[in-house]
Every structure is written in C-alpha cells, then in structure tokens.
C-alpha cells in the first residue's frame, strides 16, 4: 500500500479520517476536549465540520461556529476552506482562510485540535473497472473514483452537484447519469443559469401565462413542465439570483410550479442536476447562496478532476478526439511520444475544452506540434520560466520527474494498462515501474 494519503495497489481507495486529539492549553496543562476520540471516515465529496445538525462531522466544542470549515479531496492531498468562522481555524499555528493539507497536519478550531490522518479503520470504496461513462474517457485512478461515484448516484432520484472548473466534463457527466437513469427514455433539458438574463430566466424554468409580461403574445410551458418525467439539469446553478434561489427551493421541494401570471400550480416530476464552478459552500457562508438550497440540490456532491491532475488521461483523451475530428487518421501517428511530451509540460487551465482546441490544432499542424500549444508554452521539455529560474540541481530534478511522468503515462497508455507489458517494453523490472509509478501517482 503506498504511504499517506493514496490508493491501495489492488485497485482500492482508503477512506481518509480525522481524529481529535488532547487540547493542551499554551500553559502546558492538560485538557481534555469534548470530543475527544472521535472520528470521520471522509467521503469522496469531503466534508464539513462545525456545531450544527447539518455538518458530517458535528462538535460540541462551544468556540466551534455553527460551520466552522469544510475539507475536501483534492489530488494527493485535502483542501481546508474556512466557512467564515466566528474564531477562525488554525493549521499549525497560522490561522487559515484556505490551505492544501496532507497526512499528518493539525487543525485548531476553538479549543479542539483534530488531526488528519489514515483512519485505523477504513471502509474501503471500489474503483470502478470503467475506462468510459457514458462520453467521460479516464483510466486514472482520479476518474476512475468519479465514475464509481456516478455509477452509485446514477440509479438513484437523488439530488447531485457537480463541482469543478469549467471545462471538466460537468456537463458530460450529467449526461451520462441521465442515460444510465431510469429515466432515460424521458427528456434531458439544460439550463445555462449563467447565460441566461436575470429578467427571463424564470420563465424559461417555470413558463408563463399570456399576457403575463410585454411581449407574452402566448402561453409558454417552463423547462420543468417539458421535462416531466426526465432530467432537468441546471449549469452554473451558483449563478442565480437570491430571489430565483427561493423560488427554486419551492420546486424542488413541493414539486410544483406556478406560472408566470398564474396563480394555480402544476406538479412536476423530474430529477434535477446542477453544476457549478464557484465554491458553493463559501457562498453559503457569506450569504450569496442560500444554504437550505445547497442542502437540497447537493445530496451528493462530485468534483470532477482538472485535467492537470490526471494526465496519464491525456493520451487516450487526446487519441479519442483524433478519432472524432479525422477517421482517416491514425491517433497513434498523431498522438506520439514527443506530442506527449509537450503536452506532459502544459498546465491546462482551459481542462478538456483546451485539449480539443489543441488537438484540431496539431491536425492543422502535425509536423510542427509545438506550434498548437498555446504561445510560450513549448519552449523544450519542462524547460518553462519557473524552471530556467531555479537552481540547477532543482531544475534538473523537475524535468526529470516531469520526462518519467510522461514515459511511464506515454507506456502505460500504449500497452493498453497493463504494467507488466509496459514495462517490458520500456526495458525496466517491473518492480521497479511498479515503483515508479507509485512515486508519480499512476495507478494501475
């Protein structure tokens, strides 16, 4: 099993816990806090932790806010965010608004320290055996998490929140979840929440009567009516209007809407999934989102990875779309070691979205690959301003890691997974690619 914080080599993920400690006071004397023992598994969608009923994680130190802060995972390790606390939260001795933890870290809220650590007891969670669900593509360990995600969330009428930057494929998984529903056979509706005018967006979700406003020449059914029976998914949910936010909470639910210019309501029968790429629950915390609509549309909550953080997924992506754009075209002829490569040195902060853009620009330009990465990106191997900046034992040591990265993903994806042949075919033992890639976070 790999040390901290990861993934078990037989294709299992720990559950992550905390565990409070003994508060000492800055005199040196012992106290014992409230809580003391007490202990939480962290699911993939992480958690919140203060004194209310409505946290995972409820303390009844009297210094802890009602939601105090909310830990998530977030590649190799876990992301903190303070949810406005009366007392703020200390990691060491620093008070934090945010910070990225790892195995072993403190945390101080009020008189309580709790301590981030592998669970002594851990439910173990299945990765899923999926390489696809439904137009999502990853062999990585992170996608290969959501989609075991998805698969239980799928089935289910469940409310789900997808979280994440734009361009990770929210959208898709939306889709996917729908398809694999019970309610497949029934419409699937997108709303962009955050495209749409404030002044018609409430009838485009809920409809209106004729004559309702200027311009109602007729009648018109909402979004929710003409799902009926399907899936209604709300893109860029956190974009709403304080006074839209309650009016959709009354949908979701009574499960019914009022038309504007009505005064009867229609019930309504969908299941409803939103997507976001603002932080929610700090919206909560500062008012700009309404908390009991959060609680409504998150009863289970995904967040879908940044491509930066799975690129052993960037040679099959990249591949897939080859296929997409030119059927004529090899993908492996298009896709080779050294487009890897540079690809391996880029950041994606446009995600997936940034890929497919590249990708039809290498098309364009299949013997110049450096040319359809963005301006200043391809300047050699791991040879960007950062790296030409530091040390040179350090800038050795970066390239290095990023060049085995890169081979072992470029390896891995040609020998279709399978380690045992990637590394033969790189020539190395395989305890020794084995090792590597534990080191590099490529799972199997």
């Known amino acids: ?260 210019g009505e005064n009867r309501y229609r019930p309504v029968n969908v299941r409803v999934l939103a997507a976001t790429n603002r932080d929610l629950a700090s919206d909560v915390a500062t008012g700009r989102f309404r908390r009991d609509l959060f609680y409504r549309i998150s009863v289970l909550r995904v967040r879908m990875p940044p491509l930066r953080e799975r690129r052993e997924d960037l040679g099959l992506l990249a591949r897939a779309m080859v296929q997409g754009l030119s059927p004529d075209k090899d993908p492996q002829a298009v896709i080779h070691d050294q487009v890897l490569a540079l690809f391996f040195n880029h950041d994606w902060p446009g995600n997936v979205r940034e890929l497919r853009n590249v990708v039809e620009r290498l098309l364009l330009f299949p013997d110049r690959p450096e040319a359809a990465l963005p301006e200043g990106d391809a300047q050699g191997f791991g040879m960007d301003a950062d790296v030409l900046g530091m040390p040179f034992n350090d800038a050795r040591r970066r390239v290095v890691e990023g060049f085995e990265r890169a081979y072992l993903s470029a390896a891995l994806d040609a020998a279709g997974g399978v380690v045992a042949k990637a590394a033969d075919a790189a020539g190395v033992p395989r305890q020794s690619f084995y090792r590597l890639m534990s080191k590099h976070g490529l799972g199997k």
């Open 1 to 260: 099993m790999p040390t901290g914080f990861g993934l078990a080599a037989e294709g299992e993920w720990d559950a992550r816990g905390f565990e409070l400690s003994q508060h000492r006071h800055s005199g040196g004397d012992p106290a014992k806090g409230p809580d003391k023992g007490l202990s939480l598994a962290l699911p993939p969608h992480g958690v919140v932790v203060g004194a209310g009923d409505d946290c995972d994680m409820i303390l009844t130190d009297q210094a802890v806010s009602r939601r105090h802060f909310e830990l998530v995972p977030e590649g190799e390790g876990f992301v903190l965010r303070d949810l406005s606390s009366k007392n703020g939260t200390l990691v060491g001795r620093v008070r934090v608004l945010a910070a990225r933890l790892e195995g072993g870290d403190e945390i101080q809220v009020g008189t309580s320290r709790l301590k981030l650590k592998l669970s002594d007891e851990h439910e173990e969670f299945p990765l899923s055996d999926r390489t696809a669900f439904g137009k999502l593509l990853g062999r990585s360990l992170a996608m290969r998490q959501v989609f075991a995600i998805l698969e239980r969330a799928a089935p289910t009428e469940s409310s789900l929140l997808l979280e994440g930057e734009s361009g990770t494929g929210k959208d898709l998984a939306a889709e996917a979840v729908h398809m694999v529903s019970a309610r497949r056979d029934k419409p699937f509706i997108v709303v962009d929440c955050g495209a749409m005018k404030a002044s018609i967006i409430e009838s485009e979700l809920f409809g209106h009567a004729k004559g309702a406003f200027t311009g109602a020449e007729s009648e018109r059914i909402g979004v929710f009516e003409a799902a009926e029976g399907g899936t209604v998914f709300l893109d860029e949910i956190g974009e709403l209007e304080p006074g839209l936010q309650l009016t959709l909470l009354r949908v979701l639910e009574k499960r019914e809407v009022k038309r504007l």
